[in-house]
């Protein structure tokens, strides 16, 4: 059967596939548009199982927070290439998944909810099919706070929100300078009570072999041991980093000179 210009190009922009592609499932459906849809889904399914065990590194890391910054998403769309990442018609899907996880609280939400007559995790496999690469979520983080603020770090690589106590004059350049910093150093808690146990067991004991290594007498290994640690949190734990905009403030000490406020929580989203 004949199959029109305008029929192609609506499916096309129902379901972002190609022309060729869009034009072959609807002559397999034989004109039918819903049945179309589900011959691109099918032909997703397909891709999405051959390219199961491909790595997926590289895509957008995005952040979102609400009208009244009280509620942030993080999370990465991830694929296999920087070429696709860098697409724009990537990036507005990308952007509008970002949207919706706005509105969900976790991951197993998100991936059931509903964008564009079928859930997330369908949309996912329909566009491994449309791109032809491993198309998958890598992260997915929400904060909520009496305020919440984000930083997307240039080309979509690194993703934070920062959480403040209260709502001053100057919260939006506050939280973004912080999330800032998440996202250059990496902390891995906000402070040291923060830090798992067995990450500080671990610590203190490669502490202590390096000290035996150095001939320090093994009496008094518990308290240099402990010494060292107070630096592993000053480098590691997100109040207490030297602020990268000011070497001489640690991150609490910016914050104690910006207004009465605290950062309550971060979360950071990496592609990689």
Request: hydrophobic letters at 40%; glycine letters at 8%.
């Given at each position: ?6 029929e192609?190009?609506k ?9 060729m ?29 051959n ?43 990308a ?13 197993e939400?998100?991936l ?13 496999i329909?566009?491994t ?5 491993k ?12 305020y ?10 690194i993703a ?7 709502v ?15 996202a ?16 500080i067991?671990k ?24 010494g060292?640690?107070?630096?592993f ?9 030297d602020?990268?905009?000011d ?7 910016y ?18």
């Amino acid at each position: 059967m004949k199959i029109t210009a305008s029929e192609v190009n609506k499916l096309r922009q129902s379901t972002g596939a190609g022309m060729m592609d869009c034009k072959k499932a609807l002559v397999e459906a034989e004109g039918d548009f819903d049945k179309a849809i589900e011959v691109l889904r099918k032909k997703g399914q397909k891709v999405a199982a051959n390219r199961a065990d491909r790595d997926s590194s590289e895509g957008a890391a995005l952040a979102k927070v609400n009208s009244d910054n009280t509620k942030g998403v993080v999370l990465s769309i991830n694929c296999e290439t920087d070429f696709v990442a860098k697409n724009d018609t990537y990036l507005t899907l990308a952007n509008a998944l970002a949207d919706l996880a706005l509105e969900c609280d976790s991951l197993e939400d998100f991936l059931t909810a509903e964008f564009q007559g079928m859930t997330i995790a369908e949309k996912l496999i329909e566009q491994t099919g449309v791109i032809g690469e491993k198309i998958e979520i890598g992260g997915f983080k929400t904060l909520r706070a009496p305020y919440v603020g984000s930083y997307i770090h240039a080309g979509n690589k690194i993703a934070t929100l920062v959480g403040l106590s209260t709502v001053i004059d100057n919260a939006a350049e506050v939280s973004k300078n912080v999330a800032m910093q998440a996202a250059a150093m990496n902390p891995i808690a906000l402070n040291e009570d923060g830090v798992d146990a067995s990450i500080i067991e671990k610590e203190i004991e490669i502490a202590k072999d390096q000290l035996r290594q150095e001939g320090k007498p093994e009496a008094m290994l518990d308290n240099i041991a402990k010494g060292k640690m107070k630096r592993f949190f000053k480098d590691n734990t997100l109040v207490n980093q030297d602020y990268i905009k000011d070497s001489k403030l640690s991150v609490a000490g910016y914050i104690k000179s910006v207004g009465d406020t605290e950062v309550t929580a971060f979360e950071r989203v990496a592609l990689g």
